[in-house]
């Protein structure tokens, strides 16, 4: 992809002028076209962000042009139905909205249909549409499997399908069945360096999600994720990591339930954030005050339920908080891409990820070979790593905040494993790796403090990494029953507080070379 020039960026408006990468996609769908039966299934993947609605609303526009058949546009929610009307509108395509009101008796006037795939298998059943002489059918995100009941009705239709991300929503149902062949469109890599798309700058805190469940559709469930993000813990790291790395940019926060949602809401409320809570109870007229306060509000943060992971654009969002874990590619690539849309002086925006996902999918914009996963999805979904895979290769890493305040101390992590591995070989006992650890801690505690009392209020800000010590020792020993875990970490605290009190002065001197001063 050549580079695109400023004039050319600038002079980009809704409607025919196209960029060249967008033209090109377009030279290659049409030679599909004439190169392929008229039952072909075609599939076309480019990132959000790119323009897929710009691409196909022009191919609509080319069609008819063109061809003496009729062109049916399908999409999965009535937000997205209006949206891909209006794209069509401006580019000329007089088109009609087959939805659950839709008068039918003037079908015969229009060229161009847009409808949602429920209404539509409702209406086909009912043999309310006359698609006798539908010659092409356009699917956006195409990766629903709900739109594949449809095919029967157009066994002569040239599909093309259009997604961010060419995986199916269900292992079940691969893409491949339905798709005879895979166009690849400009990476995200190329649309961040050509201008087109804002660059991620990504931030992984690590969480324990172990105590997820995975539910029939193949991601975790809503109930165990909601008993794990609505604990005062996660809401606590929740809003300390906003504040240590998104605090004063707007904000959307993405959740799995609409009762965690409610549970960040209330958080950031009370710590006198200006929040607002979104989900798909609210009314249509909700939703549009919702976000238009979102949209005029510089510092706004918007917590929500999978409802704007597509359809939806704003390019005033700095910052995209996962606070959620998913096994879904789809809908990790779908809840980054909200923030990745350009503004004259926007050209990143901070991923904050609360649900291991970076760890588990790569970065946003690595050079994924879309064609094996297409060809091939159990392949690329049987190597993503299981959450105890994960967990076992985190190393705590304390925030910034905290770290400045061991400022003195040159290194801060302990490594468990290694110490218990280490002891285990040695013929020790397995308790030496806490005791290890407590000496560790304290030594850092007092390395950062001028008498036992900054040592002892050093202590009390390090749960996260206690924590996370238990955590590991407990998988070491193999016994991780909540009580012995939880009674681990009092014990574990207890015993580091008398170690200060009891060890201040000697560990002092040994540091500084010199007493402390009474």
Same mark, same amino acid.
């Given at each position: 992809m050549s580079k695109i020039s400023t004039i050319e960026l600038e002079e980009r408006a809704e409607g025919k002028n196209l960029y060249s990468y967008q033209k090109g996609a377009i030279d290659k769908i049409f030679k599909a076209f004439e190169e392929s039966p008229d039952d072909y299934h075609l599939l076309y993947q480019l990132p959000t962000g790119g323009g897929k609605t710009v691409i196909f609303s022009e191919i609509v526009r080319q069609y008819l042009k063109h061809h003496q058949k009729k062109v049916l546009v399908m999409t999965h929610r009535?937000?997205?139905?209006?949206? *891909?009307? &209006?794209?069509?509108?401006?580019?000329?395509?007089?088109?009609?909205?087959?939805?659950?009101?839709a008068d039918l008796s003037d079908q015969a006037e229009y060229s161009c249909f847009v409808a949602m795939v429920e209404t539509l298998n409702n209406r086909l059943n009912d043999d309310k549409l006359d698609i006798s002489d539908i010659g092409l059918?356009?699917?956006?995100?195409?990766?629903?499997?709900?739109?594949t009941k449809l095919f029967k009705f157009f066994s002569q239709s040239f599909i093309l399908g259009v997604t961010a991300t060419p995986l199916s929503s269900s292992m079940e149902l691969p893409m491949t069945d339905n798709y005879d062949e895979l166009i690849v469109g400009e990476s995200i890599e190329s649309l961040i360096e050509n201008g087109f798309l804002a660059r991620a700058e990504m931030f992984s805190?690590?969480?324990?999600l172990t105590s997820l469940v995975v539910g029939a559709n193949g991601d975790y469930t809503v109930k165990s994720?909601?008993?794990?993000? *609505?604990? &005062?813990?996660?809401?606590?790291?929740?809003?300390?990591?906003?504040?240590e790395r998104s605090k004063g940019k707007k904000t959307l926060i993405f959740n799995n339930g609409i009762n965690t949602s409610l549970h960040v809401y209330d958080t950031f409320r009370r710590a006198g954030y200006p929040v607002a809570h979104l989900d798909n109870t609210n009314t249509k007229k909700e939703r549009a005050m919702i976000l238009k306060w979102f949209k005029k509000t510089p510092d706004a943060i918007l917590t929500s339920v999978s409802i704007l992971t597509t359809g939806f654009d704003e390019p005033t969002v700095e910052s995209i908080i996962l606070n959620r874990a998913t096994k879904s590619l789809t809908l990790y690539y779908q809840m980054i891409g909200r923030g990745s849309r350009i503004l004259k002086d926007k050209k990143t925006f901070q991923v904050l990820d609360l649900g291991n996902n970076f760890h588990r999918f790569g970065p946003w914009g690595d050079d994924l070979d879309w064609q094996r996963i297409f060809r091939s999805p159990n392949y690329y979904l049987d190597a993503i790593l299981s959450d105890e895979e994960l967990e076992s290769n985190f190393r705590y890493e304390m925030p910034d905040a905290l770290r400045s305040e061991f400022s003195k101390s040159k290194e801060v992590y302990f490594d468990i494993q290694k110490c218990y591995v280490d002891s285990i070989r040695a013929g020790e006992s397995s308790k030496v790796v806490l005791e290890r650890s407590i000496e560790q801690h304290g030594k850092i505690c007092i390395e950062n403090s001028e008498d036992v009392y900054d040592a002892l209020a050093l202590a009390k800000k390090l749960g996260d990494d206690i924590d996370f010590r238990i955590g590991r020792y407990t998988k070491c020993i193999s016994k991780s029953t909540y009580n012995f875990v939880e009674w681990l970490k009092g014990d574990y605290k207890k015993k580091l507080n008398s170690y200060l009190r009891t060890n201040f002065d000697d560990v002092f001197e040994q540091i500084h070379g010199y007493p402390p001063e009474d």
């Open positions: 009535i937000e997205l139905c209006k949206q *891909t009307s &209006n794209m069509l509108t401006e580019f000329g395509v007089i088109n009609k909205v087959v939805d659950s009101k059918v356009i699917i956006d995100e195409a990766h629903y499997n709900s739109f805190y690590n969480v324990g994720s909601e008993d794990l993000y *609505t604990a &005062n813990d996660m809401l606590t790291k929740l809003i300390q990591a906003y504040e």
